[in-house]
């Protein structure tokens, strides 16, 4: 049996959710549907509880106050993978280092790729995919008059209940408490 996974995401709210939402129709419609947002920790086993972890993410979250990252580029993993994303611009450093603090303990794993901080739009099914769906989604992006910028003060810990089935367990505020449900 597989073990259970989990991740620490930053959901997007936005007025780029809902281009992010909608260009991902436009480029993969039998995509299941995910909530736009930014990765701190890819999925990953803890080595531990779910409290434990929370405990943790909420003293390492609770020191480091919110802040403003700006979307860049769109751009592709390909050929590692066949995924096209939006690249963080500013702001990329404070989330890598992010990532580095909460990279331990229990929520310690070796990632099969370096950390890369990005908004996914769509996994492809092929490298010659993605390379179509990038340039679509360029263009896209070109014409998006809206603000760029994302206020980086909440994250959420979620489990993956089944393969592409992820649960919200708990908000994890940036520079301070804790947030029950």
Same mark, same amino acid.
């Given at each position: 049996?597989?073990?259970?996974?989990?991740?620490?995401?930053?959901?997007?709210?936005?007025?780029?959710?809902?281009?992010?939402?909608?260009?991902?129709?436009?480029?993969?419609?039998?995509?299941?549907?995910?909530?736009?947002?930014?990765?701190?920790?890819?999925?990953?086993?803890?080595?531990?509880?779910?409290?434990?972890?929370?405990?943790?993410?909420?003293?390492?979250?609770?020191?480091?106050?919110?802040?403003?990252?700006?979307?860049?580029?769109?751009?592709?993993?390909?050929?590692?993978?066949?995924?096209?994303?939006?690249?963080?611009?500013?702001?990329?450093?404070?989330?890598?280092?992010?990532?580095?603090?909460?990279?331990?303990?229990?929520?310690?794993?070796?990632?099969?790729?370096?950390?890369?901080?990005?908004?996914?739009?769509?996994?492809?099914?092929?490298?010659?995919?993605?390379?179509?769906?990038?340039?679509?989604?360029?263009?896209?992006?070109?014409?998006?008059? @809206?603000?760029?910028?994302?206020?980086? @003060?909440?994250?959420?810990?979620?489990?993956? @209940?089944?393969? @592409?089935?992820?649960?919200?367990?708990?908000?994890?505020?940036?520079?301070?408490?804790?947030?029950?449900?």
């Amino acid at each position: 049996m597989p073990s259970v996974r989990y991740a620490l995401v930053a959901y997007i709210k936005s007025p780029v959710t809902a281009f992010v939402e909608n260009l991902r129709r436009e480029l993969h419609p039998a995509l299941p549907h995910h909530a736009a947002h930014l990765t701190l920790l890819p999925p990953r086993p803890l080595h531990g509880t779910e409290s434990e972890a929370l405990h943790m993410l909420a003293r390492v979250c609770g020191g480091v106050e919110p802040f403003e990252l700006t979307l860049g580029e769109m751009q592709s993993f390909a050929p590692t993978t066949s995924t096209v994303y939006i690249e963080v611009g500013q702001g990329s450093s404070r989330m890598q280092e992010l990532h580095r603090q909460l990279n331990q303990e229990i929520l310690a794993f070796e990632e099969e790729w370096p950390y890369v901080p990005h908004l996914t739009i769509a996994k492809m099914q092929s490298e010659c995919e993605a390379a179509q769906a990038v340039e679509i989604a360029r263009q896209w992006w070109r014409d998006y008059r @809206d603000s760029r910028r994302i206020l980086l @003060d909440r994250l959420t810990f979620v489990r993956e @209940d089944a393969p @592409d089935c992820w649960v919200d367990l708990a908000p994890v505020p940036l520079g301070g408490s804790l947030v029950s449900r």
